[in-house]
């Protein structure tokens, strides 16, 4: 009897060790990285820019509903339109040990160190909707979001189009968005651009007003005293241009009549101002993006290629064109 202890015991020590390798390897394969939790979900950490216009409450929601939809564990931040919240909120994600980041860059410039943590602690990155002008470009995974220099362009073409029998000069407004953001930066770009095929059209006052509503009626107000003849208002988002309806009219002008107004963004109430006869014409900028966010952050995290860059599909509303797309406008 005596003899048969000490196997015994060998074949307990086995069978425990057997265990234990058996649940590690579980985990493991659960997780992909063998350092997170065990129930196959990703963790996705998003840092938003904030919620300052109809295309970002659009965006927040998509985001929200597909990572639901697709099982993506979603940790959300808000960064009230500030660079040193987002950067704070990344930080966070990173110490959390998050399987991937993504976030909406509100302005290009100043992210390579905080980038360049995420790379140090292995966990890829998705820029979505706004890009970095680092020039790094392994410190992200991808950039999913729109051509803005090509909305910008669209909207300088159509008023090309629009004002060719301009005999005079034809005085633009424009309402940038936030100073520094990649949006303001190329849609100023592609417009310009465009413009520049006729010389009568001239850009004769051009500020922020920071994407929202607020801010585009308080800089209509000044553009509007300082200029007795404001023929067109080119405004970076439809926020803005709405803010700016109710400076036109204080004035005692008529939107859409008086001043010709083009926008970028095509939400509900840009549309709906468009089908009113308010606004003249919407360079559309998808909010969208959630869907294929979800599958970007999934194939980075199996380590999967996924395309460096990757455009959004869109398209541009004119008056009638948005009475008939209204309907089945979702956001
Ligand atoms: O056009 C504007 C929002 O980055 C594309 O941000 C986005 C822009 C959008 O505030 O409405």
Redesign the pocket.
């Known amino acids: 009897m005596r003899d048969h202890l000490p196997s015994r015991r060998i074949i307990a020590v086995l069978a425990a060790a057997l265990l234990a390798t058996g649940t590690a390897a579980c985990g493991n394969s659960d997780t992909g990285d063998g350092g997170g939790k065990d129930d196959g979900k990703i963790t996705l950490g998003f840092s938003q ?2 919620a ?5 409450t659009a ?1 927040t929601t998509s985001i929200k509903e597909s990572a639901a939809a697709a099982g993506v564990d979603l940790k959300f931040d808000d960064a009230q339109q500030k660079q040193e919240n987002q950067i704070k909120a990344i930080r966070n994600f990173i110490q959390q040990k998050v399987d991937v980041i993504a976030f ?1 860059p509100v302005v290009e410039s100043g992210w390579d160190t905080v980038l360049k943590e995420a790379k140090d602690a292995k966990i890829p990155v998705i820029l979505t ?2 890009s970095v002008d680092s020039a790094d470009k392994s410190l992200y995974k991808t950039f999913l ?2 051509d ?1 220099v090509k ?1 910008g362009r669209l909207a300088g073409e159509w008023l090309v189009e629009q004002k060719k029998g301009a005999t005079g000069p034809v005085n633009i407004v424009e309402l940038q ?2 100073t520094g ?3 303001a930066n190329d ?1 100023k770009k592609g417009f310009a651009e465009a413009i520049a095929a006729n010389p009568n059209l001239k850009i004769i006052a051009s500020q922020s007003g920071d ?2 509503r607020a801010g585009g009626k308080q800089v209509m107000e000044q553009f509007l005293k300082a200029n007795p003849k404001i023929d067109v208002l080119f405004a ?5 241009g709405l803010g700016a309806l109710e400076a036109i009219t204080a004035a005692g002008k008529v939107p859409g009549k008086d001043i010709t107004i083009i926008t ?2 095509a ?1 509900k109430d840009g549309m709906q101002a468009l089908a009113d006869g308010r606004f003249n014409f919407i360079a559309e ?1 998808s ?1 969208l993006l959630g869907p294929q966010l979800m599958d970007l952050a999934k194939k980075v995290h199996n380590g999967e290629e996924v395309p460096a860059r990757i455009e959004t599909q869109e398209t541009t509303f004119t008056q009638e064109q948005a009475k008939a797309a209204l309907p089945e406008r979702k956001y």
């Open positions: 820019v904030g300052e216009s109809g295309w970002r965006n909406s909707d706004r979001g729109s803005f909305e968005g936030t953001s990649a949006p849609r994407f929202t970076h988002n439809d926020d803005m970028v963004d939400v900028c909010p």
